[in-house]
């Protein structure tokens, strides 16, 4: 009898360990094999059927075997004076299983149906490709040739313009500041799609960054991410700044981790020096009561500065000068007499050791997804590396290779599809940080100009994959096969990947309005080319009709 019972507990556990739900199919869902499962569990109460009979007629030979045998002990005779009937023990196997059907209703009804919203913008995205023709190459070709050439032909003489303007600009601010007292700016330095060669949205705005540093005898001593235990995931690409005497000591006074007792005065630091020297380090523009440097504050600094340095060499020009947009601190604009105008921005920026890495005081970022972040936490940029890699890898290339121009297309078609559909979290950045990728993965050859169709697919089906899987991997950080000649730091190389498209998984509202715009702009892709290669007339075109006009 006990055998019997064994037996019936382990088909019970044998089937609840076999039930589909436990171990489902990899990417599988319930309403694709519904019937599916159906027919299995169809199968295993047949099964169970047939083993409930097989055991019944054992369990009666058992009892019939029993009966010719010798009576028992007293002590085995009391342990099976009650037996359990087979008919509780088979009302109990249905119960579970009625148990575990029922769970399986409520678990299909429910749960799913919360996941539903998202696994349906994982249909949509698997499919979304799979529907759309791209125009063939000669059509994507004419219409780079019409649009995109027809819009940035001026891009180099617009550069030259604002980076010997911003130079002069630089050198006055340099005269009217305060040696002993205020930060020393260096050389502007020109980044971003402007001096890669890939800018088509207008107006063409100019990207410049200047490093700055503190008057003696104080200096920056920076801390990244990288170099931290333990960061929370919203701080990473982040670093702080912190202000200190040059002769000091980083880790700062020992007065300062001890408690020091009442009788006791530390001859470096008394109360009035202290006092002292929290003025001074709001004085070199940290926030209060610390030795950080507080972003904020040097944005209020540099527009100040700024102003002064405009106000000293503006009788020298003739167009005036003013800041362009109140949530973008740098941003400038040159307005001519003719009402004609040059947007550019000029960011200060503090270099990350001796590297061409910089702490970023003002960062751009999508409104959708814009979580605060504190004043002292600054941003770390590697635009200067990404200008050098395209560069450098641009040499090696066949000529007239197409990697820039699928950039461009790609940037041309989500710009206007923003502008129709509303903005979407999806950055001009994150489609540069693509095209990257596909650049150290694929060969040279591959970037041919007769390849500018297939290449453009493969930068919409990557794009795809990551927005499907809410990963897109920071080109540098974490990236170990990064070209010695760029001379990229060891830390940033060896440190874990940085996923841009992680906030995707915190803010789905985000991610759906970016998806759908995403999907919008695959689905309108040819309409777009298509109307823009009608209605704008050739580069030739246009340069013919202008002669003649002359």
């Known amino acids: 009898m006990p055998a019997g019972i064994f037996r019936v507990c382990l088909v019970v556990i044998t089937a609840i360990v076999n039930h589909p739900l436990l171990f489902p199919k990899e990417n599988a869902t319930v309403p694709e094999y519904a019937e599916d499962i ?17 055991l ?55 749960n799913w149906q919360e996941s539903a919203c998202e696994e349906d913008d994982m249909a949509v995205l698997g499919k979304a490709f799979k529907g759309v023709a791209l125009p063939d190459k000669a059509a994507l070709a004419n219409f780079y040739e019409r649009c995109i050439l027809g819009a940035t032909g001026d891009m180099a003489r617009k550069r030259e313009l604002v980076e010997g303007f911003a130079d002069d600009l630089l050198e006055a601010l340099r005269s009217v500041c305060n040696r002993d007292a205020d930060m020393e700016v260096e050389e ?49 690409g982040y670093g702080t700044i912190k202000v200190c005497r040059a002769d000091e000591d980083a880790a700062g006074c020992i007065c300062g981790k001890t408690k020091l007792g009442e009788d006791m005065l530390c001859l470096l630091h008394s109360q009035t020096n202290q006092t002292t020297r929290s003025g001074e380090m709001e004085d070199l523009l940290c926030c209060k ?7 904020d504050q040097v944005m209020k600094w540099f527009q100040i500065a700024i102003t002064k340095s405009w106000n000293k060499i503006s009788h020298k020009y003739e167009f005036d000068l003013t800041f362009n947009l109140l949530d973008s601190p740098g941003a ?16 200060p920026v503090v270099q990350c050791e001796d590297s061409d890495a910089y702490f970023i005081s003002h960062f751009p970022r999508s409104s959708l997804m814009a979580d605060p972040v504190a004043s002292t936490d600054w941003f770390v940029t590697f635009a200067v590396y990404e200008r050098r890699f395209i560069h450098s890898i641009s040499k090696k290339l066949p000529a007239s290779a197409c990697h820039l121009s699928c950039l461009q297309i790609l940037s041309f078609l989500h710009g206007k599809q923003c502008s129709l559909t509303g903005p979407s979290s999806l950055t001009n950045y994150h489609l540069k940080t693509v095209m990257l990728h596909l650049l150290q993965t694929r060969p040279y050859q591959d970037w041919a100009s007769e390849n500018l169709e297939v290449r ?28 010695e000649v760029l001379n990229f730091p060891v830390v940033f190389q060896k440190a874990e990947p940085l996923n841009l498209f992680r906030p995707f998984v915190l803010h789905r509202d985000a991610y759906r309005k970016t998806v759908d715009t995403f999907h919008e702009m695959l689905k309108n892709a040819s309409a777009l080319i298509n109307e823009y290669t009608v209605h704008i007339p050739s580069v030739g075109h246009t340069n013919m009709l202008h002669k003649e006009s002359l």
Not at 38 to 54: C, D, G, P
Not at 457 to 483: A, T
């Open 188 to 236: 502007s330095i020109g980044v971003g799609s402007m001096y890669e060669n890939w800018r088509v949205h207008k107006p063409l705005v100019c990207d410049l960054i200047v490093p700055f540093t503190p008057p003696e005898p104080y200096c920056f001593r920076s801390q990244t991410w990288c170099s931290r235990e333990s960061v929370p995931p919203d701080k990473q």
């Open 289 to 295: 009561n610390t030795q950080y440097l507080d972003a």
């Open 456 to 483: 453009l697919q493969d930068m919409l089906k990557f794009l795809e994959k990551s927005l499907q899987e809410k990963k897109l991997c920071h080109f540098f950080i974490g990236n170990r096969k990064v070209p």
């Open 332 to 347: 400038l604009k040159i307005k001519f007499r003719s009402g004609k105008s040059i947007a550019f921005h000029l960011t």
């Open 56 to 110: 019944e007629q054992e369990i009666a030979r058992q009892e019939a075997t029993l009966k010719t045998l010798e009576k028992a002990t007293e002590t085995e005779e009391q342990n099976n004076k009650e037996p359990l009937p087979w008919d509780l023990w088979s009302a109990m196997s249905m119960v579970i299983f009625l148990l575990i059907e029922l769970w399986r209703q409520d678990y299909q009804d429910g």
């Open 38 to 54: 159906i027919q299995k569990m169809k199968a295993h109460e047949e099964n169970l059927r047939l083993e409930q009979l097989r």
